[in-house]
């Protein structure tokens, strides 16, 4: 039973791994022409934030799948929301950095926030732990969402390609 545990702990990673190759290059190039709030994290905060973050989340899904008896109709919602919020997570940074659509990531972000809010909702009576580990992600969502939108409001146009 401990296959199912590590891959499902470490899909979220593969989005991970995509995203730190398409910000590798920008976050030196094109971020730092960005204006950004003081109260913004350091860069070298996010690859350990979102280490800690992914492998929390892949482990809840873990969790949830397990309570169901694996991929069950009874699963279908609980785990088709996570894997709806891991697809809005995974396509945020080719969006922000990728693209520089700022807008079309604060919408994205706005949308992402939301469907792991419904994912927590919908595990809450499966598994409690595996909602209480979603938590920091959520967390740090809404900083994220803030910290999109002041870029999104203090860079508009001149910036967006």
Wanted: hydrophobic share 45%; proline share 7%.
């Amino acid at each position: 039973m401990w296959l199912p545990m590590l891959g499902m702990t470490a899909l979220p990673h593969l989005g991970g791994l995509y995203g730190g190759f398409i910000t590798r290059k920008e976050v030196k190039s094109w971020y730092p022409t960005l204006n950004k709030p003081s109260w913004r994290p350091p860069n070298a905060a996010f690859p350990v934030v979102w280490t800690c973050l992914y492998t929390g989340m892949g482990y809840s899904s873990y969790l949830v799948w397990k309570e169901l008896g694996g991929f069950t109709e009874e699963a279908l919602v609980p785990l088709g929301l996570y894997g709806l919020q891991l697809a809005l997570n995974w396509i945020w940074t080719p969006i922000f950095f990728g693209a520089h659509k700022l807008k079309l990531a604060l919408l994205d972000i706005v949308l992402l926030t939301g469907t792991v809010g419904a994912t927590m909702v919908s595990w809450y009576p499966i598994s409690r732990t595996a909602t209480l580990l979603m938590a920091p992600y959520l967390a740090w969502l809404c900083l994220a969402t803030c910290l999109n939108y002041r870029i999104w409001r203090d860079n508009r146009e001149e910036k967006e390609e």
